[in-house]
C-alpha cells in the first residue's frame, strides 16, 4: 500500500501519516504541502523516509517534513525531527553530509537600471574572482593553527584578519559562531579537505546569483528591501572539511550502535544518545564545520564586494551591500519548545530545512525582533527566489522551522540525460539570464525542469503558517559551481 494512502488531511496543507502504519514508530509522521508535492515525495520515497525518521529513539512529537521535500542520505532532505535530550539521539543523517549549507543575501542600494548595463563585466568578474567547482582551491592558504582557530571563533575570526564587516556578524545565525565548537573532534582528513576551501562555491546545486526585486509585502521596508532593488544571493556550504566529518562520524556511530542497542528501520539513521561520547564529540565537530560554512560563506562575500567596487568604481558601502541574513539549512540544534504543555530541551535536526523564527525568541538578533527572522529560500536559476520571514505558528507547529528551496524533482543523472548544459544556457540567456557555470554537465545537473516549482513550495509554507512572504526575486546573473 503507497503511503500516501494512509495520510490523513489535517487541512490544505497540513498531512498526517498515523504512527500504526510501521512497526517501530513512535510518533505520527507529520508532512506539509498540497496534495501534489505530497505525491511527488510519495513517489520518490521519500514519505518512507518519514517514516523511518519516527522511529528514533527520543523523537518527540512527530517526523516531519516541509514542501520540499525529497529522498536524501537516511532522512529526507526537507526532514525535521527533535529529540530530547534525556533519551534522546543525535543522527548525522539528520544533518547530512554539506554540514551547514546555507544561504545568504546581500543587499545594494543599486536599482536595475543602474545595473544592467554592466551586469556582463559583472559576472565575468566575479566569475574570475571566486573559485567555484569540484576540488577547488580558494585564495586563503591556511595553516593547521590557523584553521582551528577559524572553526573555533567561526567569522569574527575571518573579520579581524580584515575579510568581512563586523555588522555581518549579527545578521549571521548564532553571532556568527556556532558553539561548542572542538576542534580536537575533526579528522586530520577533515582538515586536510577543507584548509584551502575557504572562500570557494564548491559544485553542485551551490550558486552565486544576481537578482533583482519585483514584488515586496510588509515588513520589506523594516528589512531594507525595495522593488527594483539588486541583490546579491550565495548558497554554499562546509565543502570537504563537512563532508568528511558526517563520513567519519557515521562510521564512528554505526561501531557504537551494538552497544546502545538501537534497532532502526534503516542503517542509514545511524546515531547515538546525544549525551554520549560518540554524541557529544559529534556536535563539536559539527560546530566546527558549521563556523567553517560561515567563513567560507563570507569569504565569497568580501571576494564580491570587492568586484561590484571594481565595476561601478565606488565603495561597497556607498552601494549600500549590507548582508541580510545568512541562514544554515542542514544543522542540529539544541534548542527550547514546548512539547505537551511543557518547555523542554531539545536537539533539532534541520535537513534542507531552515530555521523560522519569529522575533521574540532570544535566538533571535534585535534588529529583527519586529519581523521576525528572514528566510533567504533560492529557487533555481530559471524562476524566482524569496526572503520569508518566521512566525509563531512555526514554533507551535513545526518547531520553527520551514523549507530551505524548490527540492529536487529530477536527479542529477536524469538530469543530465534530459538536458543539454549549452542548450541550457543558451536558453536561459535568450531569457535575458546571464550564466556562468564550471562545466556544462554540471549546469545540466541544475536545470530548472530538475527542480519543484518554488512558488508553490512558498505558498504552501505560507498557507501551512510556517514563514510569511516578505520579496520575490528573479536572476539577471548566475554562477554555478
Known sequence: MSLIETARKIDDFTWEIPPDVQEGMLVPGLVFGNRALLEKADRDNALQQVVNVACLPGIVKASMAMPDIHWGYGFPIGGVAATAFADGVISPGGVGYDISCGVRLVKTSLVHAEAKGKMRDLIDLLNATVPKGLGTKGRLRLERREMERMVSRGAGELIARGIGWEEDLEAMEEGGCYPGADPGKVSDRAFSRGRDQVGTLGSGNHFLEIQVVDEVSPPAEKLGIFEDQVVV?????????????????????????????????????????????????????????????????????????????????????????????????NLAKSEEHEVDGKSIQLMVHRKGATRAFPGSRPEVARRYEQTGQPVIIPGDMGSYSYVLVGTDEALRKSFGSTCHGAGRAMSRKAARKRVRGDELRESLEGRGILVRAAHPAGLAEEAPEAYKDVQEVVEACEGAGLSRRVARMRPLAVMKG
Request: with cysteine.
Open 233 to 329: 544571493m550565495v548558497h554554499s556550504g562546509s565543502r570537504g572539511m563537512g563532508h568528511q566529518i558526517c563520513t567519519d562520524y557515521i562510521e564512528v556511530m554505526g561501531a557504537a550502535l551494538p552497544r546502545y542497542g538501537y534497532r532502526l528501520p534503516d542503517r542509514q539513521l545511524v546515531c547515538a544518545p546525544v549525551e554520549s561520547r560518540e554524541g557529544r564529540d559529534y556536535l563539536a565537530a559539527m560546530a566546527c564545520a558549521a563556523n567553517f560554512a560561515m567563513c567560507n560563506r563570507e569569504a565569497i562575500t568580501h571576494w564580491m564586494r570587492g568586484c561590484f567596487e571594481k565595476v561601478f568604481g565606488t565603495g561597497a558601502r556607498k552601494l549600500g551591500m549590507e548582508l541580510l541574513y545568512d541562514v544554515s539549512h
